[in-house]
């Protein structure tokens, strides 16, 4: 399983940007999708998941109402659309997939077992 993240980039204050994580997965409609990002000096944390369907989403409640999560399984991808971006969203993104989670641990990075490189977004103030 490999996965590509992809979308990060510099933008200022109030802008949007649309992250993409390509899966090499034959079943990816199998996995659950998840993002997470890494500022610097801080610890990874959970930003969104989707389930197997694409029929439910969560979110951490800093992004809430801001960043949607979505996929399309066709494609095997998975996106990441993040408006009225603000500079304490500046992180390294990063996806992540897992065939077994469960709803009780998608905000779990440990529980997660494949992870893309990451891509960096960096928003200006």
């Known amino acids: 399983v490999q996965l590509q993240a992809s979308g990060g980039g510099l933008v200022q204050a109030g802008g949007s940007l649309r992250l993409s994580c390509a899966a090499s997965?034959?079943?990816?409609?199998?996995?659950?999708m998840g993002w997470f990002r890494q500022a610097p000096g801080k610890e990874r944390e959970f930003v969104a998941a989707?389930?197997?369907?694409?029929?439910?989403?969560y979110y951490v409640d800093s992004v809430k109402g801001r960043f949607t999560m979505s996929r399309d399984n066709a494609k095997n991808t998975a996106y990441l659309q993040m408006n009225s971006l603000k500079p304490e969203d500046t992180a390294v993104y990063y996806c992540?997939?897992?065939?077994?989670?469960?709803?009780?641990?998608?905000?779990?990075?440990?529980?997660?077992?494949?992870w893309g490189q990451g891509t960096l977004v960096t928003v200006s103030s």
């Open positions: 992540a997939a897992d065939r077994s989670l469960i709803v009780g641990s998608y905000a779990t990075g440990t529980a997660y077992d494949y």
């Open positions: 997965i034959r079943t990816f409609s199998s996995y659950v």
């Open positions: 989707i389930n197997r369907s694409g029929g439910s989403t």
